[in-house]
């Protein structure tokens, strides 16, 4: 694999940020994550010119990358810690989970799509990022690698899966948005105890659906 970041991404990249910043975000952490992974590397070549837009592309297998506002404030949510073992639901594209690697998460990582994880799994790896990844049923989280400290869901889910409720350590922090119709909620859970979780809302957003094995 070949990978060509010109000063015109750099560029882009640079007003991009501040296009986020001006939107509200303020993890200085966050916005240097996202400079130092080009969001080109993860597009086909067609969408070369846009790949700084703040926009979601189309990825393959009906799924998305999801605009860059949306992997910040997700990310700024997660209130990453170096170190901290991160569970992302929906690798996609890959993006996200290099963002994650690149502020010093341990991340696994679960795919739905046959077809993005066989895409993306050599991309990452050719970035030098060394995230555990999977293909594999969301809903159902990784339990043998449980307790995690954050987890974060890039698909729209229509509950919040029991499952990760138990796989989130005490202390922990799960970023997911809800909703079955065209937008979600982003929700914010924090595990206070056993079976103990405060809840905060974070807006609106738009995701492509969580899918399960009874998705199919």
């Not at 990249?13 to 509200?24: I, Q, S």
């Not at 990310?75 to 963002?99: H, P, R």
Request: hydrophobic residues 35%; positive net charge; charged residues 25%.
């Amino acid at each position: 694999m070949e990978f060509n970041d010109t000063y015109r991404h750099k560029g882009l990249r640079k007003r991009l940020l501040e296009d986020l910043r001006e939107m509200g975000i303020q993890d200085q952490r966050v916005l240097e994550a996202m400079y130092n992974v080009p969001r080109h590397y993860f597009l086909s070549s067609a969408f070369l010119e846009f790949a700084y837009d703040n926009k979601a592309f189309q990825i393959g297998a009906g799924q998305t990358i999801s605009q860059p506002y949306t992997v910040a404030r997700q990310t700024e949510l997660l209130c990453l810690e170096k170190g901290d073992k991160v569970l992302e639901i929906g690798t996609g594209s890959g993006y996200q989970t290099a963002v994650l690697c690149e502020m010093g998460a341990k991340v696994w990582s679960i795919e739905r799509q046959k077809e993005l994880y066989d895409k993306t799994c050599p991309l990452i790896k050719a970035l030098g990022y060394r995230p555990q990844l999977y293909y594999g049923d969301g809903y159902k989280g990784k339990p043998a690698f449980a307790p995690y400290d954050k987890m974060i869901v890039t698909c729209g889910a229509p509950q919040i899966p029991e499952a990760l409720l138990q796989q989130l350590a005490v202390g922990g922090r799960l970023i997911i948005p809800v909703g079955e119709g065209r937008t979600q909620r982003m929700i914010e859970l924090r595990k206070n105890g056993p079976t103990d979780f405060s809840r905060k809302e974070h807006g609106d957003f738009a995701f492509v659906p969580m899918l399960s094995d009874r998705a199919r």
